[in-house]
């Protein structure tokens, strides 16, 4: 079975600092990366996606992460957080079976808190 | 586009009774919907596959019998939460996979929060 590790569960920064989270995964086949995120009271949204293709992946927000195939990990990087980044981000994989993508396994999660 | 609801967004119930939460795709067609549960400030937990048409999948330690999904049509997915205890509150997640985005990307809804008194 796959599994997901995020290393930080609560992330404490002020605003323009430079933002890594930590996600790796277990699972020796082909896999899917995502991160997503979850604001306070809202429901969770795709922050950026890896499939194929470049291992750098831009995602929505000035977001970013590394697909390092030899480390089995997706880090999630943003050069200058800004408080409204204060929220919870998942770290998620699946893999490609039959007709689709399977469901997803989420890591625990980090709490990112965005100190004005 | 891929917008995806849920209903009710809040239900409290009685011990023992029943309670359906519906997941819908509002502008795509999904074959396979998944379930998740989200404790409190833990992460989502995958319940189960529900394809149109045919019986769900279910990970190893959901019970079935307690957790009944019926995935009636391309947009339509319920779950059955029965003889509800407290221990079932929880946060509730559909997602559903776009057939039409080569299967790859799921969408969430905004969740169901259950809370059994």
């Known amino acids: 079975a796959q599994s997901v590790s995020q290393h930080n569960h609560h992330v404490i920064l002020s605003e323009a600092a430079s933002l890594e989270l930590g996600c790796n995964y277990s699972?020796?086949?082909?896999?899917?990366l995502f991160w997503y995120v979850q604001y306070p009271g809202q429901h969770l949204q795709l922050l950026l996606k890896y499939f194929s293709g470049d291992p750098l992946v831009k995602g929505i927000k000035g977001f970013e992460a590394e697909f390092i195939k030899s480390k089995f990990s997706f880090n999630l990087r943003k050069p200058s957080v800004q408080w409204s980044d204060t929220a919870e981000y998942f770290c998620?994989?699946?893999?490609?079976?039959?007709?689709?993508?399977?469901?997803?396994?989420f890591g625990k999660g980090t709490h990112l808190i965005i100190q004005p | 586009g891929a917008v995806v609801s849920q209903h009710p967004s809040r239900v409290i119930c009685k011990s023992g009774t029943s309670v359906k939460i519906e997941c819908r795709s509002l502008d795509f067609q999904a074959t396979t919907m998944f379930w998740y549960r989200q404790f409190p400030k833990k992460s989502l937990m995958l319940m189960a596959t529900?394809?149109?048409?045919?019986?769900?999948?279910?990970e190893q330690g959901v019970e079935k019998d307690k957790f009944l999904i019926n995935h009636a049509s391309l947009t339509l997915s319920t779950l059955t939460v029965t003889s509800a205890h407290p221990e079932d509150s929880s946060f509730y997640i559909c997602?559903?996979?776009?057939?039409?985005?080569?299967?790859?990307?799921?969408?969430f809804g905004p969740g169901t929060r259950l809370t059994v008194t």
């Open positions: 997602s559903a996979r776009d057939l039409g985005q080569g299967a790859y990307e799921q969408y």
């Open positions: 998620a994989v699946n893999k490609w079976s039959g007709g689709g993508a399977d469901g997803l396994t």
């Open positions: 529900s394809n149109e048409g045919s019986k769900a999948t279910y």
């Open positions: 699972y020796g086949g082909t896999v899917n």
